[in-house]
């Protein structure tokens, strides 16, 4: 098996990159894994010594089969750098596995996010693969297919990116067309076509509401886990796109995750009531009520 190349966006969070890198060198595949880190060019003055650390840090980087370094001359954005870094390297190889600077990986990730790359490359129903759980629901299976994309610690093929349409207007058109909107929507608990208006108003750059919804729209799944082999580890308040949230946090499984071919392939059902009901449990109004009284009362005045 021919092994992925795993992509990093990384910008102005050393402290975060440093702790990403270090959890991809706890996997055994490290050493064989070709290492492919775009570093995003500062939008502020302010922001300049942050980027030119990261960018120093990862110049020194060792224990990996290759790193190579793409150092944008101007300030792409997250969903500009992605979206470009990913087409470009799927031209090259085909697949990729993609990761952002404030994720942390168990020691099992690329050993799973690779079987599973190779296990379903010919399989055109599912386009997608996402190696975080943040339900912790124990009834999930190990792995199990869904009609959902998940952006932290991810990945996909040629074949399947050729979807992807980053025209949030005929995404959202498509959807109300077809009547998707609350299917999109996991039964109206959450906002994911509220996130795609605001996409298309510039009110967000969601790179990852136009990819999921593009999967969603042509009936193309993707493979979850249900434990988790990704952590988010940005929510600090130290990105752009992150205040502070609890309601994602589950404990990486420190071991390896086997890949097994689903049969039928067709969603899981079971698996979607589980989001439905994580949504409707941690998203209702008055979810978010006691979760900002309690961060308030911490000292936490983040939205």
Same mark, same amino acid.
Not at 100 to 126: C, Q, S, T
Not at 176 to 184: A, D, I, R, V, W
């Given at each position: 098996?021919?092994?992925?190349?795993?992509?990093?966006?990384? %910008?102005?969070?050393?402290?975060?990159?440093?702790?990403?890198?270090?959890?991809?060198?706890?996997?055994?595949?490290?050493?064989?894994?070709?290492?492919?880190?775009?570093?995003?060019?500062?939008?502020?003055?302010?922001?300049?010594? /942050?980027?030119?650390?990261?960018?120093?840090?990862?110049?020194?980087?060792?224990?990996?089969?290759?790193?190579?370094?793409?150092?944008?001359?101007?300030? %792409?954005?997250? /969903?500009?750098?992605?979206?470009?870094?990913?087409?470009?390297?799927?031209?090259?190889?085909?697949?990729?596995?993609?990761?952002?600077?404030? !994720?942390?990986?168990?020691? @099992?990730?690329?050993?799973?996010?690779?079987?599973? !790359?190779?296990?379903?490359?010919?399989?055109?129903?599912?386009?997608?693969?996402?190696?975080?759980?943040?339900? @912790?629901?124990?009834?999930?299976?190990?792995?199990?297919?869904?009609?959902?994309?998940?952006?932290?610690?991810?990945?996909?093929?040629?074949?399947?990116?050729?979807?992807?349409? /980053?025209?949030?207007?005929?995404?959202?058109?498509?959807?109300?067309?077809?009547?998707?909107?609350?299917?999109?929507?996991?039964?109206?608990?959450?906002?994911?076509?509220?996130? !795609?208006?605001?996409?298309?108003? @510039?009110?967000?750059?969601?790179?990852?509401?136009?990819?999921?919804?593009?999967?969603?729209?042509?009936?193309?799944?993707?493979?979850?886990?249900?434990?988790?082999?990704?952590?988010?580890?940005?929510?600090?308040?130290?990105?752009?796109?992150? @205040?502070?949230?609890?309601?994602?946090?589950?404990?990486?499984?420190?071991?390896?995750?086997?890949?097994?071919?689903?049969?039928?392939?067709?969603?899981?059902?079971? /698996?979607?009531?589980?989001?439905?009901?994580?949504?409707?449990?941690?998203?209702?109004?008055?979810?978010?009520?006691?979760?900002?009284?309690?961060?308030?009362?911490?000292?936490?005045?983040?939205?």
């Amino acid at each position: 098996m021919t092994l992925s190349p795993v992509l990093i966006f990384v %910008y102005n969070r050393p402290r975060h990159t440093r702790e990403l890198i270090a959890s991809l060198r706890t996997n055994k595949l490290a050493e064989e894994s070709d290492l492919i880190i775009y570093s995003d060019h500062p939008r502020t003055t302010a922001q300049q010594e /942050a980027v030119k650390e990261v960018r120093e840090y990862i110049h020194t980087l060792t224990g990996f089969k290759s790193v190579t370094i793409i150092e944008r001359e101007r300030n %792409y954005g997250l /969903a500009a750098s992605i979206m470009d870094g990913v087409t470009t390297q799927l031209s090259r190889y085909g697949r990729v596995i993609v990761l952002e600077d404030d !994720l942390i990986v168990a020691p @099992g990730f690329l050993r799973f996010m690779n079987d599973a !790359l190779e296990m379903y490359k010919d399989i055109p129903e599912v386009g997608h693969i996402q190696a975080c759980d943040f339900t @912790g629901n124990p009834a999930l299976p190990d792995t199990f297919l869904i009609k959902w994309t998940g952006s932290w610690g991810w990945a996909t093929w040629k074949r399947a990116w050729k979807f992807f349409n /980053a025209d949030g207007k005929e995404l959202l058109k498509r959807l109300e067309e077809n009547k998707l909107t609350y299917t999109f929507d996991f039964g109206g608990s959450y906002h994911y076509t509220r996130m !795609l208006r605001e996409q298309i108003a @510039g009110k967000n750059n969601s790179w990852a509401i136009r990819w999921n919804a593009s999967l969603f729209i042509n009936n193309i799944l993707s493979l979850n886990v249900g434990k988790t082999l990704v952590q988010n580890n940005g929510f600090d308040n130290s990105g752009t796109h992150c @205040g502070t949230v609890d309601t994602y946090h589950t404990p990486l499984w420190e071991e390896e995750l086997p890949v097994a071919l689903i049969s039928p392939i067709a969603e899981n059902r079971e /698996a979607r009531k589980i989001f439905r009901d994580y949504y409707k449990k941690n998203y209702s109004f008055r979810a978010k009520v006691i979760r900002r009284i309690k961060r308030t009362l911490k000292g936490d005045f983040s939205k």
